[in-house]
């Protein structure tokens, strides 16, 4: 069973451009969550999705990002019109299922370099 | 709003020797949950150890303990014989019940410890 897979590993982009980050989730995991991971900080929540629907949008900025886990392929976090401090790890988690009790699997993130 | 805090950005440990990684967190709820997660160079984040707060148990996992103290708000790491695999980041996370309004997926984490191991 393949843990949370997300590409591309490490990502360049101008500045202006835009970035989308893929996640696919574990196996029959059907809830995923973005974290972003700026240089010697923790990770801090952006996202929560379940399929088709999203849950929790309460850390993502409110302009330029996007994020969608359609009922088919994986998981989009999209960064519109980048900016220098868009520059950061960002790390896509999963679980199977919603509860206390529940883990989060994560992935070994994106690197996003903004030129 | 809950907060952690991680005082130590470095610390060391000889191999096979034991140390221990210091967190503190702020928060009005009753229940629930803490974390130690490891963040080794490959930047995968990788569970070591949970506690829930309504269990007054410390946590155990193989060499991997913690000292959990409710009422201080303290929720510290401790590593015995450590190995020099064990040479990391280690972030400590916090997670409101979900039945209390918690978010499953909304950890708050700490700013990070990061460990040394000296052969």
């Known amino acids: 069973n393949a843990g949370v897979m997300q590409n591309p590993r490490h990502l360049v982009r101008r500045r202006g451009q835009e970035a989308r980050l893929r996640c696919s989730p574990m196996?029959?995991?059907?809830?995923v969550y973005w974290y972003r991971q700026l240089p010697e900080e923790g990770l801090k929540f952006m996202v929560y999705l379940q399929k088709e629907n999203i849950i929790d949008e309460s850390g993502m900025p409110k302009e330029r990002f996007s994020a969608e886990f359609p009922k088919e392929g994986p998981s989009i976090l999209r960064i519109q019109q980048v900016v220098r401090g868009d520059s950061a790890a960002y790390f896509c988690a999963s679980s199977q299922r919603t509860g206390d009790n529940e883990k989060l699997f994560f992935g070994s993130g994106t690197q996003l370099s903004v030129l | 709003a809950q907060t952690v805090t991680q005082s130590q950005p470095e610390m060391s440990v000889q191999e096979a020797e034991t140390v221990t990684l210091s967190c503190t967190y702020d928060?009005?709820?009753?229940?629930?949950?803490l974390f130690w997660y490891k963040q080794p160079p490959s930047r995968q984040m990788i569970l070591v150890i949970r506690?829930?707060?309504?269990?007054?148990q410390n946590a155990t996992e193989n060499r991997f303990s913690v000292n959990f103290q409710k009422a201080a708000k303290s929720f510290s790491l401790k590593i015995s014989d450590s190995q020099l695999g064990d040479a990391a980041m280690y972030f400590c996370a916090y997670r409101g019940s979900l039945n209390y309004g918690g978010s499953q997926g909304n950890l708050i984490f700490g700013k990070g410890t990061k460990l040394s191991v000296k052969p």
């Open positions: 928060t009005s709820e009753s229940d629930y949950y």
């Open positions: 506690q829930e707060a309504y269990k007054q």
């Open positions: 196996k029959g995991h059907s809830h």
